[in-house]
């Protein structure tokens, strides 16, 4: 997979256009990193903010409808290249839920558009106490079309009451992590074997113990 994390939802369109030219070369590349096929570019959709901090329009129908056009016109660029297009969902984006998840897919038709799945990214201090249902959801919604894993925790945040702070898989400094891996590895395993799994918020040192982590399940 190639990271190319860019704002699709940027609201000034002089800017925008450099970053979807940005995305476009890497889909162009991407059969160089992965001769045999299966090439993945991902991405999140951003905010209408240009730095990617929430806006309170983000969940609305207007940036849901300003951002198909974006995510269509990548996607036949993906087609063309023989790659493919990998979107992750963020709950203060554009693309913020496993409902809108699964309405993009549905409005784009195409096996070209795959998802990253990444479950702390569709938490927050609202709805974190309901991951289960998330993670369920996402899993009957749009199970099919996950390609990539992106594996970290969370903690409450103690300096953000209300929020949450990302962490590493299983940190043992911040309790272990809340999210519950013995709900998302079982599931992978039973349907998506052999899947990757990318670890965020590790490093070199700790990346082993992150996978045993993992390993646990």
């Not at 709805?127 to 199970?143: A, H, K, P, V, W």
């Not at 070199?204 to 982590?213: G, L, P, V």
């Given at each position: 997979?190639?990271?190319c994390y860019i704002n699709l939802s940027h609201p000034d369109p002089a ?203």
């Amino acid at each position: 997979m190639l990271g190319c994390y860019i704002n699709l939802s940027h609201p000034d369109p002089a800017a925008k256009a450099p970053l979807l030219a940005y995305f476009k070369e890497h889909l162009r590349c991407a059969r160089d990193f992965a001769p045999a096929g299966g090439a993945i570019v991902a991405t999140e959709t951003g905010s209408l903010n240009p730095d990617w901090s929430p806006h309170p329009d983000n969940h609305s129908e207007a940036a849901y409808q300003a951002l198909l056009p974006v995510v269509a016109n990548l996607v036949e660029e993906a087609q063309r290249h023989g790659a493919t297009f990998g979107i992750e969902g963020v709950t203060s984006h554009v693309l913020h839920s496993p409902q809108k998840i699964r309405r993009l897919l549905s409005d784009i038709k195409s096996s070209n558009l795959q998802v990253v799945f990444d479950p702390v990214n569709l938490l927050d201090g609202s709805n974190y106490q309901d991951q289960d249902r998330i993670m369920q959801e996402s899993f009957d919604l749009f199970g099919d079309r996950i390609a990539i894993i992106h594996a970290k925790d969370f903690t409450l945040n103690p300096d953000a009451p209300g929020t949450l702070k990302q962490t590493r898989t299983g940190d043992p400094a911040n309790g272990g992590g809340q999210l519950h891996y013995n709900r998302l590895i079982p599931w992978l395993k039973q349907h998506k074997p052999g899947i990757a799994i990318l670890l965020e918020e590790a490093s070199e040192s700790t990346a082993q113990e992150c996978i045993n982590y993992i390993n646990r399940f």
